[in-house]
């Protein structure tokens, strides 16, 4: 949202200010689920604050020497040359590779680390040797999700563990470590292109040593099933994704599912089950799109959907433009009205529309300005508005209206 940042350089002290100018907590600590990579950044701040060390000297005192882990380091200076690293890569709205800044990103604790497969597989032998290392109960952190402290924990029907995994991807880079009990494997994945098609890789490779065949899941390049118009329109909206919002939308006949930093093109197997490309993961949704069932190889998600609030229109747009500013970002954004519709301008001018709900609250297709609650004061002028994002990492940042 403090779209300054995109394209330059982002320090620990730049991530750790945008922390410490937050003005209170999304929700009470246990009540709810959030996924945050504040907590990270904030414990390697820590450690530095104790040792009296960086927490890159502290990690390969500590980590990386011990473990033999030699070609693996963390990086906190982007003007620091890295031999035989991978430049990062992305694909472009035009499906054309494009060089991407992810290296100019340079925050850590929930990131920031450099490696090599031969060298996680290091950590992993590491893992095996410590009972304690892991805590792979999660529900006992969160009743009803299957992930936490950055670990997902797959169960089968029979509440047997299928699979331990840890995955992230940002700007050109994606990562997979993932555990099998079943045929004792580990799987590390790392490309130099963010891609949630690499997800299902770790999972590929499992599936051959497997005495139990699993399907492969069609390709971009298989025959596709017909799906009708209004039938994908009953799928698009929001689903409550172990209080994660899963949203879908449909653009020019084809259901996409959004992601933080852009949306993949599902592929139709039938009319209820859809397929993210060279992957092993499937949508299926019942025929209403009441339900939506996130299905893996070792385990499924079932996902309510949560009720959408129907646009309505207004007569009179003109009482919610303006200037507003948020004091946590110092960042201020223009809300215009153009044909009857109210639009948003982020600094760098990106034009995000907004629909109407109810009362005063609006929404948009927009990762980041998701939702947009307008609040009044006692003489019902318009003070300012709160913002959430998507998956409610950001929820209710206050925007003053000038």
Not at 94 to 103: D, F, I
Not at 304 to 326: A, C
Request: with cysteine; net charge negative; hydrophobic share 35%.
């Amino acid at each position: 949202m403090q779209d300054e940042f995109y394209g330059k350089a982002l320090t620990q002290e730049n991530a750790l200010s945008l922390i410490y100018a937050q003005k209170e907590l999304n929700f009470t600590p246990g009540s709810h689920f959030g996924y945050s990579n504040s907590g990270y950044i904030l414990l390697a701040t820590v450690i530095e604050k104790i040792t009296k060390e960086s927490f890159g000297e502290w990690l390969e005192k500590n980590v990386f020497k011990p473990l033999g882990m030699s070609h693996t380091k963390l990086i906190d200076n982007y003007y620091e040359i890295i031999p035989k690293r991978a430049e990062p890569y992305q694909k472009s709205e035009s499906n054309l590779y494009q060089h991407t800044w992810g290296t100019l990103w340079n925050d850590y604790g929930a990131s920031g680390i450099y490696s090599t497969v031969p060298d996680i597989l290091k950590w992993q032998l590491f893992a095996h040797s410590q009972k304690q290392l892991l805590r792979l109960d999660t529900s006992k952190l969160y009743s009803s999700s299957n992930y936490a402290l950055g670990v997902t924990v797959l169960k089968n029907e029979i509440n047997e563990i299928e699979e331990i995994s840890m995955s992230g991807f940002g700007f050109g880079y994606t990562s997979i470590l993932a555990y099998f009990p079943k045929t004792k494997l580990d799987v590390v994945v790392l490309g130099n292109i963010k891609d949630q098609a690499l997800f299902g890789k770790a999972n590929e490779i499992n599936s051959l040593f497997r005495s139990d065949k699993i399907e492969p899941n069609i390709n971009e390049n298989s025959k596709q099933a017909e799906v009708p118009l209004v039938t994908l329109a009953k799928y698009a909206g929001s689903y409550n994704m172990n209080n994660t919002n899963a949203e879908f939308i449909v653009e020019e006949g084809i259901l996409y599912a959004l992601n933080p930093k852009g949306k993949d093109a599902l592929i139709p197997i039938n009319e209820t089950t859809f397929s993210v490309p060279n992957t092993p993961v499937e949508f299926i949704f019942d025929k209403e799109g009441k339900n939506m069932i996130l299905k893996m190889p070792n385990g499924q998600i079932v996902c309510p959907r949560i009720e959408d609030k129907k646009e309505t229109v207004l007569t009179n747009l003109n009482e919610f433009t303006g200037q507003f500013y948020s004091d946590e970002l110092n960042v201020f954004i223009d809300l215009k009205t153009e044909d009857n519709t109210l639009t948003i301008y982020s600094p760098k001018n990106k034009r995000i529309t907004l629909s109407h709900t109810e009362n005063d609250s609006f929404n948009s297709k927009d990762w980041s300005y998701h939702l947009i609650q307008f609040l009044r004061d006692s003489n019902k002028k318009i003070i300012g508005l709160k913002v959430s994002n998507t998956d409610e990492r950001v929820c209710n940042l206050w925007f003053e209206k000038k």
